[in-house]
């Protein structure tokens, strides 16, 4: 907010500078001007990351799931932050082919995206827990804007997914 605070400051002073003295319907134009800087700079500096979860149900027990590996996502520690996760709630965790049967267990599917400014970040990521083909569990982490000029787009995968599955989890049964 500093950041837009002083280049608005700087624009504002140029600006003045040129309009001063001039006409009304200039005086006019200079503030329109104005307004439309303050809009796209608070636009472009608002990088809003929105986190929605439907947890499991407290009634429902589990002590192992399944995850079935996506070779298609390329984010390097996403599988060992969502097994961590699982971890520090009591729930074991295997990884299984993408086609493996999956009759009586609790199966976890994932998705995840990177964006990439000066270096590649998590931008978007999914996880579902299913039994018998049905969904028990969902959770999302998304970058408004890909995260627009805020630097917290930058932190890592760990810190932005560990709300995500602490909240997916939370009050489950393990024993």
């Known amino acids: 907010m500093q950041l837009f605070f002083v280049v608005y400051v700087k624009i504002n002073s140029c600006i003045e500078n040129y309009f001063n003295n001039t ?10 001007i104005k307004l439309i800087l303050i809009i796209a700079s ?12 439907r947890p499991v149900d407290t009634s429902v027990e589990i002590k192992h799931v399944c995850i079935r590996q996506n070779d298609k996502v390329q984010v390097r520690d996403f599988l060992n932050v969502l097994r961590d996760g699982f971890s520090r709630h009591g729930i074991s965790s295997e990884v299984i082919p993408a ?22 970040y998590l931008s978007h990521a999914e996880i579902r827990i299913e039994k018998d083909g049905k969904q028990i ?17 930058f932190k890592g995968t ?5 709300p995500v599955i602490d909240q997916l989890l939370q009050g489950i049964s393990t024993q």
């Open 23 to 32: 006409s009304p319907v200039m005086n006019e134009v200079f503030n329109k």
């Open 42 to 53: 608070l636009g472009a500096l608002s990088g809003c990351t929105t986190i929605e979860v």
């Open 99 to 120: 086609q493996e049967e999956e009759k009586g267990r609790h199966i976890v599917t994932y998705t995840a995206f990177r964006s990439w400014d000066l270096t590649p």
């Open 137 to 153: 569990a969902f959770g999302q982490f998304h970058l408004k804007g890909k995260g627009g000029f805020a630097l917290t787009k």
């Open 158 to 162: 760990k810190s932005k997914m560990d």
